[in-house]
């Protein structure tokens, strides 16, 4: 089911009404039946691919707990059990084409007539979020930080709590599982703060992220050579306004409707276009995802044991203990390779997370020079300098192929391509005006809240015409017209 | 305090349906904004007062068949415009466009002018439009006139060529990259089409082949038939859309007269469908006028002044390559046959109408094109 659709806001006010009418278990029960029809309102078909995934681990998991830690061998073959069929899922249904065809194009180079076949698979949603969610319970199981779920009702919802099932926030089990078993009381501020963040979210979606779309679309269909470089930044910029609104908005979405029902998952955004490194930007974007490749890659890649589970921080985090800089600069490629495949099984994605790898190794290679300049600590100094470098890395994101990438990401540093433009003026202004409200909400957020608290007459009137506009044009443009963009991945 | 919160959203609430109350009472029609108080839509009509003029392909292509074939299956001039084609300002009765004009002319003659004009019709879209006419009718020869308003334009737009659509036509030639570019618009247009979308489909995209596709539909046409607010939401999205357009403008200064720029990139890809065009013309034996189309001189022009020069040397370089006839009418209307036309902004104040002239200008240009046409006919 997608969010921004009128059978979404149906369905949940049907789900929200039962969950808080039933008695304990019947809710737990209620809530697994609604995830797995949210799901089914998809492909039903592929139910049973999410349910291999969650049974494996709901089994390996009591398993490894119900093995003595001597018995290392037998732990770690359960383990394995779990990777092999999570990570074999993931990569029948997401990569097998791209192996495959890669495969086809080096059997080719090499001169043999030989070429496997190609098949191509339809992607089931939310595969890679919720094998994510998985591996992660099995091995925080394995590493003696979690008990496993004696009950499958419980482990089952972990697994298909429909807030987060297609695109985030990946919860860890340690989190959400305590909130399922605990009853909770009806409060108003769960409603009203639940409908304040699915009103924030169906904006950022409907109104901001599906009218940029077609701008975005026009641009990338261009053909590159015509492009200026004022045209690649406009398109950098756009896209990564677009992505940004349009996963923020699935992640408001998805907290406020478990808020609705007293539950708390993890927030995924924090402002991120107003980071001054690549290191905080990763603290403020899918920061679910950051934590989880922290825990579950980087830091074992680094040599570094991971003491807790959590979903929050973001990567850079628990680095108290430091790995040697070679463990450390080795993990930081792999993961961000890996990060990139992560996101979808295209050389593009990779050149994205190697782009991001290289210029968190500079970050860090330029701290000696950094503290010794002042200028360089400077907060907006260095926002002016991530910013640009951070959109920038969104046109491997969004373009077709390697070669559009490289030909795009090139103009930047050709002068002569800064003397003309390729797009309507409407593009550049609407990219200026956007970005500039994005920056100034961030950098205003905190500070009005301030103020507004000492003048509560001030704040309501605020806040009343806020949401009566925000309602207003949600109701105007409410429509299933696209699908979020992290549903691809 | 403690229910404040809440309070503030169901206020919102209230506030947010009077308003919607508000927004949705008033029925605006979006073609009447964009072509103002002062100009009026004319199509061309022959003799018998057959259509021999078309704007849409919804079925209209079809009477511009069934005309030629009941007015003795004569040559065809065919002509190509944009909204300058089909419209008059200041309209009176009795007045009319200059391809009514040349079509009593050549009907004399043995030749059937018939039109095709969208607005803001881009070369790519002429270049469609005329391998489906050419296929469907003996052309002898097409008279074109290149705006450098419209090579700001790329692309295919499907509300016009939805007849085309339909039957799944396809450049002829697909060898050329703007043939190759414009047929891949045009299978995407069908891929759309054949699966029997509607406008609400086209509103249910992502939920295409899935079960809540079914689920969404229902409830979407139970609320078109109960709620007419629902119902009434893309118009009021237009409104929206359009306030905007009127925002910009006053924040900008913007009107009519203000210059706009070249956009380099669109500007050769249309040139590069008229080239198509050409080509494609003198392999099938179809004479062709290019010609710059009149534009009012006696207030400074929208464009910049070397821009317009180098647009018109560009067409000119372009279909002298391609041995086409070419004529430079830009000149040929003076300032007191133009008009004015709606603000475009907050201000209220009426701006200039640099597209649109009124009959006499349409007079002037059928005279003007008249030795033109013969010249190329007798050849």
């Known amino acids: 089911m997608i969010f921004n659709s009128v059978t979404f806001i149906v369905f949940l006010i049907l789900v929200v009404g039962l969950f808080w009418s039933l008695p304990g278990r019947a809710r737990l029960w209620m809530l697994l039946i609604a995830s797995c029809v949210f799901y089914g309102f998809w492909r039903w078909e592929y139910l049973s691919i999410m349910f291999i995934s969650a049974l494996t681990d709901y089994y390996t998991s009591l398993a490894i707990y119900n093995t003595p830690p001597e018995n290392k061998r037998r732990r770690r073959n359960l383990l394995y059990i779990t990777l092999v069929v999570n990570l074999g899922l993931l990569f029948y249904f997401k990569y097998l084409y791209f192996f495959t065809d890669n495969a086809n194009t080096l059997l080719g180079t090499i001169g043999t007539a030989y070429r496997l076949p190609l098949v191509e698979i339809l992607l089931p949603f939310g595969i890679s979020f919720y094998t994510f969610e998985t591996i992660s319970y099995t091995v925080d199981v394995y590493r003696g930080l979690l008990k496993p779920e004696k009950s499958f009702l419980n482990y089952g919802l972990f697994v298909t709590f429909f807030p987060k099932l297609v695109a985030g926030p990946i919860q860890r089990a340690a989190e959400l599982m305590p909130q399922l078993k605990t009853r909770t009381y009806f409060k108003w501020e769960f409603l009203e703060w639940g409908i304040r963040r699915i009103l924030y979210g169906l904006f950022l979606k409907v109104v901001l992220a599906d009218n940029i779309s077609p701008l975005v679309d026009e641009g990338f269909a261009m053909a590159p050579d015509s492009l200026s470089a004022l045209d690649v930044w406009t398109l950098a910029f756009l896209f990564g306004l677009q992505i940004y609104f349009d996963f923020s908005a699935y992640s408001h979405i998805a907290v406020g409707a478990a808020k609705l029902m007293g539950i708390q998952i993890p927030e995924n955004f924090n402002f991120p276009y107003i980071a001054a490194s690549f290191k905080e930007f990763w603290k403020r974007w899918h920061i679910s995802l950051s934590a989880w490749i922290r825990d579950y890659l980087y830091l074992p890649l680094s040599g570094v044991r991971v003491m807790k589970t959590t979903a929050t921080g973001g990567i850079g985090e628990s680095l108290e203990k430091q790995p040697s800089s070679f463990n450390k600069n080795r993990a930081l490629f792999l993961t961000w390779a890996i990060m990139g495949l992560w996101h979808g099984a295209r050389w593009t994605f990779v050149f994205w997370g190697v782009y991001h790898a290289i210029v968190i190794f500079l970050e860090r290679q330029m701290k000696p020079v950094r503290d010794n300049f002042p200028v360089f600590n400077n907060r907006f100094f260095s926002w002016a300098i991530t910013m640009p470098l951070a959109m920038l890395s969104w046109i491997p994101f969004r373009a077709v192929t390697l070669q559009d990438s490289f030909t795009m990401m090139s103009k930047v540093f050709i002068p002569s391509s800064y003397t003309f433009i390729g797009m309507r003026e409407n593009i550049y202004l609407i990219t200026a005006i956007l970005f500039l409200l994005v920056t100034l909400n961030a950098f205003l957020y905190e500070r009005t809240f301030k103020v507004f608290v000492k003048m509560p007459v001030i704040r309501s009137s605020y806040n009343v015409v806020k949401l009566a506009v925000l309602i207003i044009l949600v109701y105007t443009f409410l429509r299933p017209i696209s699908q979020f963009i992290y549903f691809q991945f | ?379």
């Open chain 2, 1 to 379: 305090m403690r229910f404040l919160p809440a309070i503030e959203l169901a206020v919102a609430f209230i506030l947010s349906l009077f308003l919607l109350k508000m927004f949705f009472s008033e029925k605006v029609v979006f073609e009447d904004l964009a072509l103002g108080e002062e100009t009026t839509r004319f199509l061309a009509k022959d003799s018998a007062n057959r259509p021999m003029h078309i704007v849409e392909m919804n079925g209209e292509e079809q009477a511009l068949l069934k005309t030629w074939s009941e007015s003795g299956k004569d040559s065809v001039v065919l002509v190509l415009g944009n909204s300058q084609t089909h419209s008059i300002n200041q309209i009176k009765p009795k007045d009319e466009i200059y391809v009514s004009s040349l079509g009593k002319h050549y009907e004399s003659r043995g030749y059937k002018v018939f039109c095709h004009s969208i607005p803001n019709a881009s070369l790519q879209e002429f270049l469609v439009m005329f391998e489906y006419w050419k296929h469907q009718l003996p052309v002898k020869l097409l008279l074109l006139p290149v705006f450098m308003d419209d090579l700001r334009e790329d692309g295919l737009r499907d509300v016009f060529f939805n007849g085309l659509i339909a039957k799944q036509f396809r450049i002829g030639d697909s060898t050329a990259p703007i043939a190759k570019k414009l047929n891949g618009e045009l299978s995407k247009f069908h891929a759309s089409t054949a699966s029997g979308e509607t406008a609400t489909d086209e509103d249910m995209k992502a939920l295409h082949e899935t079960v809540q596709e079914n689920v969404e539909r229902k409830m979407n046409d139970w609320l078109d038939a109960h709620f007419f607010a629902w119902a009434y939401r893309p118009t009021v999205r237009g409104e929206l859309f359009n306030g905007l357009y009127n925002f910009r403008n006053t924040l900008f200064g913007i009107d009519a007269s203000t210059k706009r720029k070249m956009i380099p990139a669109r500007m050769e890809t249309n040139l590069r469908a008229l080239e198509q065009i050409l080509a494609s013309a003198s392999s099938s034996g179809v004479k062709a006028i290019v010609y710059i189309p009149p534009i009012r001189h006696d207030v400074p022009l929208p464009y910049d002044e070397n821009e317009y020069i180098s647009f018109k040397e560009a067409v000119r370089s372009r279909v002298g390559a391609q041995h086409a006839a070419f004529a430079d009418l830009d000149t040929l209307v003076p300032g007191q046959y133009w008009g004015m036309k709606n603000s475009t902004n907050a201000s209220g104040k009426k701006e200039l109408d640099y597209m649109h002239f009124q009959y006499a200008g349409h007079k002037l240009l059928s005279d003007a094109l008249v030795p033109l046409i013969d010249s190329q006919l007798k050849q």
